[in-house]
């Protein structure tokens, strides 16, 4: 009886085989959290106060901003934990994972989830109004805010062990804990949005609690595959922890500009959302929509960025510069072909899916008309993304943060100011700046990348 071959065992080429490997674990699971997510956003346009629908969207858009700003900075610093690992991973150097993976947890807890939790719940109010909120925004996001908050401190904690298994290559545990955890966080939303069962009904806040809830749940399931027998990762609690003065060195080097760039991306992206803000709150719900479906699009250009980092890490500690390049070149090319399949859907189909989330025909045309402008932003996008992520692999993390500088902060942030405020072409010339800022960060990353000067980049 002849086996059948999967369709990677049917792939020849052996570097586009390894990079779709990585890849689609890391793109099922992040499209499938995007679905989830737009699906949770669906449920609150699904209210019938309208006024109190807009006001709950606005709220978790205000929300999800500095829960961002705080994400984007874990993210960092897992960059400096992935280089390393991945590193380690590709020149045999097993004994120094799990290290690394208690520097990157601790560091992460003590230096930035911790702080932000509480600085979150004692803060809700000032920084909900610093971020453009409207008195009916904040009235129906309050608690949401604070519910989040505390769900971050599990959700940081979640990430390192992520970017962990990434750095070696394990892409499929964390998608398979993910989807478990978000279908759970799905039908917890439905049942505490709407009240059902014996559930009371909680609007915005309910999906703040599910959502929380999640969190935990998925750090349970992590820690369990983590001290299992199947981890890719050994890790025993038994072994004592010393700080290695080498290791924080390495992770700082590595990570102080990812935290910057992060730092930058989102400081910038928070007064773009005030400008948006400034709209009303029916433009900004229309704006919310538009960027939860754009999350959607651009997964692709973060899976395979995710899948050039581990690799082009794992290549290079095995002195393998040319494949690196290679599996770099490979990976953006796959990404920017899902994207831009992606983009297509959304601009011929606009409308159809905006109106999934609401009957508000006023939102749905806003919407539909930003999905048309993110269809051309998605090859630029995809492409930076990538290359940036292969640059992260290898440890060079400050070109990526040259290209966030100039390009959101001088570039997306001056050009929406002037099309919203004194051209007055609403949320059309914010999304005309986002077109720009992109494609000036994707001619600075491959620039960089065209140099070479990547594959240098010594870790310690």
Do not use: C
């Amino acid at each position: 009886m002849v086996e059948k071959k999967s369709f990677l065992d049917r792939i020849e080429n052996p570097i586009r085989k390894d990079a779709l490997k990585l890849a689609w674990p890391v793109l099922t699971e992040l499209l499938l959290g995007s679905l989830f997510g737009m699906i949770d956003m669906m449920m609150l346009g699904w209210i019938a106060d309208r006024a109190l629908s807009a006001a709950s969207i606005a709220a978790v858009g205000i929300t999800n901003q500095p829960l961002f700003l705080g994400l984007s900075l874990a993210q960092a610093l897992n960059v400096g934990g992935t280089a390393m690992i991945s590193r380690y991973a590709g020149s045999k150097k097993e004994n120094k994972i799990e290290n690394v993976l208690r520097h990157v947890i601790l560091l992460n807890l003590i230096i930035l989830a911790i702080p932000v939790t509480i600085i979150g719940i004692l803060y809700t109010d000032q920084i909900m109004l610093f971020m453009g909120a409207q008195p009916d925004a904040l009235a129906a996001g309050r608690i949401y805010f604070k519910v989040i908050m505390m769900g971050f401190l599990f959700q940081s904690f979640n990430m390192s062990i992520t970017a962990a298994l990434r750095g070696v290559g394990e892409t499929k545990a964390s998608m398979k804990i993910n989807i478990i955890a978000n279908f759970f966080n799905v039908i917890g939303n439905a049942v505490l949005i709407y009240g059902l069962f014996i559930f009371p009904e909680l609007g915005v806040t309910g999906a703040g609690v599910s959502t929380a809830i999640s969190h935990v749940f998925a750090t349970v399931m992590l820690l369990s595959y983590l001290l299992s027998k199947n981890s890719v990762i050994k890790v025993n609690l038994k072994n004592k922890f010393k700080v290695n003065k080498r290791i924080i060195k390495n992770l700082i080097r590595i990570g102080l500009p990812a935290s910057l760039e992060s730092l930058f991306l989102r400081s910038a992206l928070i007064i773009f959302v005030r400008i948006v803000a400034g709209l009303g709150t029916v433009a900004y719900a229309s704006h919310q929509i538009a960027l939860n479906i754009l999350s959607l699009s651009f997964k692709p250009g973060q899976a395979f960025g995710i899948a050039a980092s581990s690799l082009v890490g794992m290549s290079l500690g095995g002195k393998k510069l040319k494949q690196a390049e290679e599996y770099a070149k490979e990976t953006r090319k796959l990404g920017s072909i899902f994207s831009s399949v992606i983009a297509v859907i959304l601009f011929l189909f606009g409308r159809s899916i905006a109106s999934l989330y609401t009957s508000d025909p006023i939102i749905i045309q806003n919407t539909a008309m930003i999905l048309k402008i993110i269809a051309f932003v998605q090859p630029f996008q995809s492409s930076q993304l990538i290359l940036a992520g292969a640059l992260r692999g290898a440890g060079d993390t400050l070109w990526p943060l040259i290209s966030t500088v100039i390009g959101v902060l001088g570039v997306r942030v001056v050009i929406a100011h002037i099309l919203v405020n004194q051209f007055q072409l609403g949320l059309a010339g914010a999304w005309i700046a986002v077109f720009i800022d992109q494609f000036v960060r994707w001619i600075f990353i491959k620039l960089r990348f065209r140099t070479g000067k990547w594959k240098y980049i010594r870790i310690h």
